[in-house]
């Protein structure tokens, strides 16, 4: 399970932070805040927007990355550090 996030424009995603405190891998349009929630490559994958083939090849390679869920619990273990609000259960 992981989540896809695909604005061409954006504030501060509550989905995404959701998504962080669940710790499912993320990827994202590089838009708004998406890029001050999520380090390309460390806590998610991000893409430009705009552009459906770069929004796959992120998503193909999430599918195909073997340390996926990492990229989740490093996102959660930011979220859980920075974000007060939700469940963290």
């Known amino acids: 399970m992981f989540n896809v996030c695909s604005s ?3 504030g ?3 989905s995404i932070i959701a998504a962080m405190q669940a710790g ?3 990827v994202a349009t590089k838009v ?3 890029g001050e929630l999520i380090i390309d490559g ?4 991000l893409v430009p927007p705009s552009d459906p083939e770069k929004l ?3 998503i193909i390679a999430l599918l195909d990355k073997p340390d996926g869920q990492n990229l ?3 996102a959660r273990e930011k979220a859980i550090k920075k974000f007060q609000f939700g469940c963290y259960g």
């Open 72 to 74: 989740g619990q490093k």
């Open 56 to 58: 796959a090849e992120g």
């Open 12 to 14: 501060l995603p509550y």
């Open 24 to 26: 499912l891998p993320i």
């Open 32 to 34: 708004g805040g998406n």
């Open 42 to 45: 460390s806590e998610g994958i």
């Open 8 to 10: 061409v424009k954006e």
